[in-house]
């Protein structure tokens, strides 16, 4: 039986649901600086495929990464965390 490769795995924030079974999640991480030793905060944004358009925006979602699905998604929506107040 083949195994399939890990994928990875990010926790985001949903920042754009206005295209048609696509949102947007935006990824918060802190990196070190090389030279001067502070951390940086840095914000990476994933076009994500959402099949029944259940996420709306300020949800906390989980996104796995996926084969390319179109010029810009590589990443697919896995389940909603926390919805938004």
């Known amino acids: 039986m083949e195994t399939r490769n890990l994928r990875k795995e ?3 924030v949903v920042v754009s649901d206005k295209m048609d079974k696509t949102i947007v999640v935006a990824v918060k991480l802190k990196e070190k600086h090389p030279i001067y030793g502070k951390f940086v905060n840095k914000t990476t944004r994933f076009y994500v495929h959402d099949e ?3 996420c709306n925006v300020g949800d906390l979602v989980k996104i796995m990464e996926t084969r390319p699905l179109s010029k810009s998604k590589r990443w697919r929506f896995v389940e909603i965390i926390e919805r938004a107040k």
């Open 10 to 12: 990010r926790i985001g």
């Open 52 to 54: 029944q358009e259940t």
